[in-house]
């Protein structure tokens, strides 16, 4: 089957560089990444009652002065985890951070901790469709190679735990590219 791709128009696009769109399960709410003045910020659009997208506004109370990126959301549409880089309370260069949305508004970032950041480099996560797999790349030690696709599985009581590897073939020894 052709893949056809359709310009998501003015409210979304602008001469600024936008990048690594997700969507809500619905296909009703989109957050991505938009570069101003240098800095990666969170921008968050919906989709009005005729489908068409309304204009893309900065999500406030998650941007700030340093860089916010790589974002995945929930099913429900109501967790984000995303990348922070350089945050004060960071254990690596870029950590994962989780906010939950409650009455239209995003809560204050948290670092997600020492079990899923490290000293190490955390980047690109993926909230399984369920909530309770998370899928996140790192250069940490104990991986394959370079770079590796780790996972964490979220236990009953919602603390998320360890990560470990995914094996071979998934990840393997040879240097990224």
């Known amino acids: 089957k052709e893949i056809q791709t359709q310009n998501l128009g003015p409210n979304i696009n602008t001469q600024a560089n936008e990048y690594l769109?997700?969507?809500?399960?619905?296909?009703?709410?989109?957050?991505?990444?938009?570069?101003?003045?240098?800095?990666?910020?969170?921008?968050?659009?919906?989709?009005?009652?005729?489908?068409?997208?309304?204009?893309?506004?900065?999500?406030?109370?998650?941007?700030?002065?340093?860089?916010?990126?790589?974002?995945t959301i929930s099913a429900d549409g109501k967790t984000l985890v995303f990348v922070a880089c350089d945050y004060p309370d960071s254990y690596g260069s870029c950590d994962l951070y989780v906010s939950y949305l409650s009455n239209g508004i995003w809560s204050k970032p948290k670092n997600m901790g020492i079990d899923i950041n490290t000293g190490s480099w955390e980047t690109q996560p993926s909230v399984s469709a369920d909530g309770k797999l998370l899928y996140f790349t790192s250069n940490r030690p104990g991986g394959f190679g370079d770079s590796d696709i780790w996972i964490s599985i979220r236990n009953s009581q919602g603390k998320w735990q360890k990560p470990k590897p995914l094996p071979a073939p998934i990840n393997d020894a040879k240097k990224s590219e």
């Open 21 to 71: 769109p997700c969507l809500s399960v619905d296909g009703q709410t989109m957050i991505f990444t938009r570069v101003v003045n240098g800095n990666e910020d969170f921008y968050q659009s919906h989709k009005n009652s005729q489908g068409v997208w309304e204009k893309a506004m900065a999500i406030s109370e998650l941007n700030t002065p340093l860089n916010e990126g790589a974002q």
